[in-house]
């Protein structure tokens, strides 16, 4: 009886789910208002030393992060000591500080369950910190003495260098990373922007030339700080001014950042490698912020071969051709200073030139014909629905607008993103493409193994070999 009963309950439930799925509209033809987001007001304070601070409240989970962005980068080290800027960065926080010591350093914010964290960039210094609300003063009291009075511990200078070192030799182990980092020199050539570490370079930098570094950049003048989480205004206000009372204003003074001409013609690079798969690697010198072109420019890239599987080089090199597994392009918009427009992907050896073929013809076309409603429409939509995820969380709010300011971004820049994008129109994608890229220029850079190429790579133009023992 109790299995009859049973099998009886199980066809209610079938019959009941399959009237329910009959009555169940169409996804497809499911319509959704617009999506409204506003992005949440943060209030801009200067402390009485004259660093910038953008606040934002937040109590629904008892945590602090601060986010603080430097003037400071690899552009302004010295040539010769290529490598300096990362090492700073790391160190600044690994080699402890005047008052705690590395390793007390570790337990006490391991113990309160809080980060401290650092680094240098090509343009920026980055530091932050993370923590329970119980424990700001504590772990604010070691995010001051890092950011002032680094201690930068001889062993753990050593250390950082050897661990650099060791990151660089690997790097020609990595087809993908080699090929990334000759596309960037070979762009970026004779500018600071394109130089890398070497082992000579790295082996010249002192302690005292991280000391020095740190003492030139590292003032309050020089940062913009990004804090949200649980805590009042006054209250916080009170704990920074506390914390970076001491911390002196003093003028900072930058190098000027020689920055590459426009190449002309094209420009190939072989780098031999025995390997079953080639990596394919091209672009070439972009814009920067200041381009009124940039919102265009985005619109035009998702096209092309950012927006992943509808991206006209995705549809045709891997969808249709089945030539590779990945394929997309990057139109990063430099901040300081011009970024670089480059296209990827990885093939078998044996279709390497035919995929090269491909990107640049595709490329290519983005300068010849105009889009279609349909690829605008989605790439305009995808990329005004995507922008809320750049605010997940107050501490992304808060990072963003201390990030915006630090670059020079105007005020207004976020509130209307979403409205600039949405003026897009297929002529101006088209006008864009013909006016920033330049697939008659570009530079090629091929990590595999030439012999087993369908075609020689001659054929796309005169051929540079890049010997790895020149590049370690």
């Known amino acids: ?50 660093m910038i601070v953008y606040l934002l409240e937040d109590r629904e989970l008892p945590l602090v992060s601060i986010t603080a962005y430097i003037g400071a980068g690899s552009v302004y080290e010295p040539s010769s000591k290529t490598g300096l800027a990362g090492l700073t960065g790391t160190v600044i926080r690994s080699g402890g500080t005047a008052e705690t010591s590395p390793e007390q350093l570790d337990d006490e914010l391991e113990f309160m369950a809080s980060s401290v964290e650092s680094s240098i960039g090509t343009d920026a210094g980055i530091a932050s910190m993370n923590c329970l609300k119980r424990n700001l003063d504590g772990t604010l009291r ?49 500018s600071p922007l394109g130089m890398h570490p070497s082992p000579e370079s790295v082996s010249l930098i002192t302690r005292e030339d991280l000391v020095e570094f740190h003492r030139k950049f590292y003032h309050p ?104 597994y990945n394929v997309d392009s990057d139109y990063s918009i430099g901040r300081r200073f011009p970024g670089t427009f480059t296209a990827e992907t990885e093939t078998k050896a044996e279709s390497t030139a035919k995929t090269i073929g491909l990107m640049q013809s595709i490329i290519r076309g983005m300068t010849e014909r105009p889009v279609s409603e349909g690829e605008i429409t989605q790439a305009k939509e995808s990329i005004i629905n995507s922008f809320i995820f750049g605010f997940t969380s107050s501490a992304s709010v808060a990072g963003q607008k201390a990030m915006l300011e630090y670059y ?65």
């Open 1 to 50: 009886m109790k299995r009859i009963f049973a099998i009886f309950l199980l066809m209610l439930v079938a019959i009941a789910g399959t009237a329910g799925a009959a009555a169940s509209p169409d996804p497809r033809s499911m319509a959704f208002p617009p999506l409204k987001f506003q992005v949440p007001e943060t209030e801009r304070i200067v402390l009485k030393n004259g």
């Open 142 to 190: 070691l995010f001051s003495q890092v950011l002032m009075h680094p201690a930068f511990r001889s062993d753990r200078v050593e250390l950082a260098r050897k661990r650099l070192l060791e990151s660089l030799r690997r790097e020609n182990d990595n087809p993908k990373e080699l090929a990334d980092r000759e596309l960037i020199k070979a762009i970026y050539r004779g």
């Open 221 to 324: 003048g020089n940062i913009i700080m990004g804090v949200a989480g649980d805590f009042t205004r006054q209250e916080m206000v009170e704990k920074l001014n506390r914390a970076f009372g001491a911390w002196k204003k003093e003028p900072v003074s930058f190098s000027q950042v020689k920055i590459p001409e426009t190449k002309k013609k094209p420009e190939l690079y072989l780098v031999k490698k025995e390997t079953s798969q080639s990596v394919i690697r091209m672009g070439h010198l972009g814009i920067d912020k200041n381009n009124p072109d940039i919102y265009a420019l985005r619109v035009m890239n998702f096209i092309l071969g950012g927006g992943g599987f509808e991206s006209k080089l995705m549809s045709e090199i891997r969808t249709r051709q089945g030539l590779a």
């Open 408 to 472: 020079g971004y105007p005020r207004e820049y976020l509130d209307n993103f979403r409205k600039n994008i949405s003026r897009v129109t297929k002529d101006d994608v088209l006008r864009v493409a013909k006016k920033y890229l330049r697939p008659e220029a570009m530079t090629l850079v091929v990590v595999g193994d030439e012999k087993k190429f369908d075609k020689p790579l001659s054929n796309f133009g005169e051929v540079s070999e890049i010997r790895l023992n020149e590049t370690k």
